[in-house]
T-cell receptor, first 112, second 117 residues
Framework: QKEVEQNSGPLSVPEGAIASLNCTYSDRGSQSFFWYRQYSGKSPELIMFIYSNGDKEDGRFTAQLNKASQYVSLLIRDSQPSDSATYLCAVLGGGGSYIPTFGRGTSLIVHP | DTEVTQTPKHLVMGMTNKKSLKCEQHMGHRAMYWYKQKAKKPPELMFVYSYEKLSINESVPSRFSPECPNSSLLNLHLHALQPEDSALYLC????????????????FGEGSWLTVV
């Protein structure tokens, strides 16, 4: 049984701070990792994907992947109140599976 | 803006009604998905279509009937639903299924909120 673990939060950070969202996964064969943002009452929106160990940056967002530790994270720099949402980690691959396994999501609150 | 469009945005139906959810994608993707999401839970896979053929049915009750008329369209026919089926229904697409890494990126539509009364 593949597992993707996220702290449900809420994670509360002040405006302008760095928000760090973490995700661990159980399947060592996992190959692709995705971060989705979901505002309350809305559908998940893809923020980033990462396949290789290391960091991947896109604007204020940085995804970090460490396959040895089975750990993927999302950093949000200069957090804004509009970043307040639930962030879903999804992990794909391993064992011939091509369907992503979603974590339960971390609720982020950015307060002014 | 998402290139996966879903209609209707909201649907209220009785337990004896028959209704359909519709989805269209304009990205040239050959894989389409239906997910169900309850409050404060992650999306739960229901069906996967690949090249208009059903590839995965996650043991979904027969009161949910998917249909893929062509590579751009996906429907979910609803009949004799129960109140516990009330949820956000998400359509999604990816380049293809199964796929290499890049082709596995799933893009969601805005969802259809379903309430069964």
């Amino acid at each position: 049984q593949k597992e993707v673990e996220q702290n449900s939060g809420p994670l509360s950070v002040p405006e302008g701070a760095i928000a760090s969202l973490n995700c661990t996964y159980s399947d060592r064969g996992s190959q692709s990792f995705f971060w989705y943002r979901q505002y309350s009452g809305k559908s998940p929106e893809l923020i980033m994907f990462i396949y290789s160990n290391g960091d991947k940056e896109d604007g204020r967002f940085t995804a970090q992947l460490n396959k040895a530790s089975q750990y993927v994270s999302l950093l949000i720099r200069d957090s804004q109140p509009s970043d307040s949402a639930t962030y879903l980690c999804a992990v794909l691959g391993g064992g011939g599976s091509y369907i992503p396994t979603f974590g339960r999501g971390t609720s982020l609150i950015v307060h002014p | 803006d998402t290139e996966v469009t879903q209609t209707p945005k909201h649907l209220v139906m009785g337990m004896t009604n028959k209704k359909s959810l519709k989805c269209e994608q304009h990205m040239g993707h050959r894989a389409m998905y239906w997910y169900k999401q309850k409050a404060k839970k992650p999306p739960e896979l229901m069906f996967v279509y690949s090249y208009e053929k059903l590839s995965i049915n996650e043991s979904v009750p027969s009161r949910f009937s998917p249909e893929c008329p062509n590579s751009s369209l996906l429907n979910l026919h609803l009949h004799a639903l129960q109140p516990e089926d009330s949820a956000l229904y998400l359509c999604a697409s990816s380049q293809r299924y199964p796929s290499t890494l890049t082709g596995n990126t799933i893009y969601f539509g805005e969802g259809s909120w379903l309430t069964v009364v």
